[in-house]
């Protein structure tokens, strides 16, 4: 079996008010919903609310039918923009896409900190309004800053932001990340709007703080290959495309009924990839030389 590279070719939104499955085929033909659906996501809401919500959507009558749904990858309430959701067998496959980078927009008013990073938080101390001449230099790469106490990351097994609302004191650990690109959009007064393209895991909020200041705005523009500008609830990307960064391998039937059951097959590949059937995503795999082995199958 030859492994190919990845494609990045996706499916498109539809335009329709129907939501489109993988194959072309409507939740009125009998297909249960697979794969990938590119959010937009408002401020206000939880990515717990609208994940939800789109199960809801997709499963017609929520009190005959549910489907099962999960996001790759959590935006704060605050914050809008891509969310990653995934409907069906397909939410298996959120461990392989949690950990895309991500690009995000932020307005950030400098000279004022707030006890949460943004504007919903307390005055937290005033200080002198820096220059961002030479942001670029100073930022880009690995670097360390606390976890936001506004952030949805769990302290004792709940939300930080829950904690917060409620007035208690959080103790939040810090976070090494790295800041792959910075680029300062504009700048007016005590104002500044940054393009940052960063590693996953990696607080807005917290760079705001770094900075003197505390973010006014904070939107998500892509996840790895995927962008906002794509989103549309309507449209369920099949799960071969979810994955279509990674490098791909083709078996046949009886190939695909031997992953479905564990068991390796033969390939000089290494890495990570998705093992395909008649363009359907069979499983990801693991490839070390000498075989492939099946790391996470997906059911037909």
């Known amino acids: 079996m030859q492994v190919q590279e990845p494609h990045h070719s996706f499916q498109g939104a539809t335009g329709h008010n129907e939501t489109t499955l993988g194959s072309g085929a409507t939740l009125g ?3 249960a919903p697979n794969g990938l659906v590119l959010v937009d996501k408002p401020t206000g809401p939880s990515s717990f609310s609208v994940v939800r919500h789109i199960g809801r959507g997709l499963g017609g009558d929520a009190s005959t039918r549910k489907v099962k749904a999960g996001h790759a990858g959590t935006l704060d309430p605050a914050a809008s923009g891509l969310l990653l959701v995934l409907v069906g067998p397909a939410t298996r496959l959120a461990q392989y896409l949690v950990g895309l980078d991500k690009r995000y927009r932020t307005e950030i008013q400098l000279g004022v900190t707030t006890t949460t990073g943004d504007a919903e938080g307390e005055l937290l101390a005033e200080g002198p309004v820096r220059s961002t001449q030479h942001l670029a230099e100073e930022l880009v790469g690995a670097i360390e800053l606390p976890v936001p ?3 949805a990351v769990k302290i004792d097994g709940e939300r930080a932001y829950r904690r917060l609302r409620r007035g208690e004191h959080v103790e939040m650990p810090t976070r090494r990340s790295t800041i792959h690109a910075l680029e300062v959009i504009a700048r007016l007064d005590d104002r500044v709007t940054l393009d940052l393209f960063v590693s996953s895991g990696t607080y807005v909020r917290a760079i705001a703080q770094h900075l003197g200041g505390h973010c006014l705005s904070i ?3 892509a996840a790895g290959p995927f962008n906002v500008s794509d989103a549309d609830p309507t449209t369920v990307l099949p799960p071969a495309d979810a994955l279509a960064f990674l490098q791909h391998i083709e078996v046949d ?3 695909a009924a031997a992953l479905r059951n564990g068991r390796t097959l033969p390939n000089d590949g290494e890495g990570t990839a998705r ?3 008649a363009g359907q995503l069979v499983a990801v795999v693991r490839l070390d ?3 492939a082995q099946p790391a996470t199958v997906i059911a037909p």
Do not use: D, E
């Open 149 to 151: 106490a506004a952030s």
């Open 29 to 31: 033909s009998g297909t």
């Open 253 to 255: 039937a009886a190939g």
């Open 219 to 221: 939107r998500r523009l």
């Open 289 to 291: 030389g000498n075989v």
């Open 275 to 277: 093992a395909l059937h």
